[in-house]
């Protein structure tokens, strides 16, 4: 049984739902995000999502365009990340590692090179947000050869044919995107998120994780009612800036963040 | 100078690109993120759908002939021609449209397209104003909301076309993210659409983006190459020796190229801006100096560094300033059917000064890459061959740009 498999069955037995915290790679250094994955465990994470740079992150809000930017700027690439992710397991061999980011990068390192290194480094799942499975042939068949997950997202404008469409090529879990828009942008309204999960559901066992538009506790409780998982990532980015010079005092605010989003998580499942 | 005489190109037959995904062999495709498949899916749909219908196109025709004023001419520049020495030279005369420039060709389609499916609001995304200036003129006229992004860079640069944007009721947002130039603002005009989809159509400006963009942005581009096709043979008897258009995403040169894709006596030249020059890295000729990437939804030639970051392009000309191409042009490189060159600053800005000197033209900056290396093919060519060089635009827009450079306050 895979990372991610082994823990959405331990959740699934501890009746917990999966807290998925994304952050940027090298936002504001490596070193910075290697010490942040630790805490963010710490803080009742159970996978990591770790966002890859790239200069023309189409699918962004300001907010995770502002991390790339900065990342990129003190050298960050996907080399770097997959470097971070295998620093990473040195210590943690149990918290799932997903990387979610662009197509070009691992076009530029090609395909098999990339799996290859990120298997090895110890990445779990690569979630590629311009890649539909139309175009995933020869990039999933490289992920299965290692093992690694594809993971897809589904949207509120998703229809039936395209969830079964990405069902049937996903593996690790479905990221449903809670909103019309991009990450971080608001108004996320529970009504059309339960009624789309449920439908999803219909299509497949997969666990189903749910983002865009997380902010806090209180969404955080009310979308973990209605998914396996929450992505929160907008949110954490915004510990960092607004504490900009002072590193701890950003990693604290996204402990604390996390840490009440898994109490209030945790009360209601 | 290695000579330009033109080369044999390789022959191509039955071409009949994209297939079905919007592939032109490896290139092309759609690569966008899922939550805007659904509003691709919907357009691809549309766009099969009107581009065989009669009135759809009859409605397009009218259009073109009494707004745009098509056909536009053909125009044997014999002095220009005589000063150069060698080919005759012949000009496709698109900055003769309404609003200066081919663009116009395209949003008209685009926009007549979007009333049929039933939305009201335009967005586009534009780097000299050009497209953003053809799109708020459709917009104006079909009575549509228009939003245009454009970046804060090329905002200052271009600050007659977004008065002229401002006048024809468009908002004019100012992109501040990334590099601040056209790409940058093709990523906002895509967060835009993913976050306005039920009501908003997109407006790409050329032959980039998903499918069926390039395959949608060349169709109604090729009014260019079909018009050129019986101009040349009324006025010479046959087709042109060869083909020279400049190509930033290329959607005026695969207009001009398409008609003509199966003539194996007609020679191709697609023109690319080397900007400070391709060695000094500071230019915009993917398809020169660059390699095969994804970016803005489709794989083509890109400019990227070595880990697939996006590398910020130079020019003189803010319409060629992009750093991919049209995935079509890709192909036509790799299959050997169209050659593509590169022309820089200096000599784009030559060229501007010598058409405007000898034929009373004066050509945009863009255009002005194909006038400077139509001339360098010319002088290796018979003077009973013909050279046909698509004039996409003309250069009003350009004075302040070209003034500034040669220290002249205006």
Redesign the interface.
Known sequence: MSRLEQCFKALKDANKKALIPFVTAGDPNAEFTLACMYEMVKAGANIIELGVP?????????VI??AS?RA?DNGM???GVIEIVSRFRERDKITPVILMG????????GYEAFVQKAAEAGVDGVLT????P??SKDLIAAYDKYDLAPI????P???EG?IKK?VSVAKGYIYY?SI???TG?GHLELGPVQDKVAEIKQHTSLPIAIGFGVKNADIASNIAKIGDGVVVGSALIECITSHTGNESAGQQAISDLLNSMREAMDAVT | MPTNKPQKQSKVTDYNLPDE?GHFGPYG???????L???IEELNEAYQKYMQDPEFLAELDTDLHDYVGRPSPVYHAKRLSDETGGAQIYLKREDLNHTGAHKVNNTIGQALLAKRMGKTRIIAETGAGQHGVATATVAARLGLECVVYMGAEDIQRQSPNVYRMRLLGAEVVPVT??SQTL??AL?EA??DW?????NTYYIIGTVAGPHPYPAMVRDFQTIIGRESREQMLEKTGRLPDALVACVGGGSNAIGLFHPFIEDEEVAIYGVEAAGLGVETGKHSAPLCAG???????N?TY?M?D?????LETHSISAGLDYPGVGPEHSWLKDIGRAEYVNINDDEALEAFHQLTRVEGIIPALESSHAVAYATKLAKTMDKDQTILVNLSGRGDKDIFTIAKIEGIEL
Do not use: C
């Not at chain 1, 662009?102 to 390192?109: A, Q, R």
């Not at chain 1, 947000?129 to 539909?132: A, H, K, R």
């Not at chain 2, 070595?306 to 996006?310: A, F, L, R, V």
């Open positions: 790239f200069s023309d992150p189409m699918a962004d809000g300001p365009q502002k930017e990129l690439s996907l080399r662009y197509l070009n990068p691992i076009e530029f390192m947000v311009d890649i539909p139309e175009e897809f997202l589904l949207s404008t998703s229809h395209r990405i995107v019309k828009g991009v942008a | 995904q495709g759609t690569f966008v993120a899922e939550t498949m659904g509003s993210s990334g790409k940058d990523n895509l967060r993913v976050t306005n989809i039920d390699k095969p990437g994804v970016l803005h939804g794989r890109l990227a070595e880990d697939g970051e996006i």
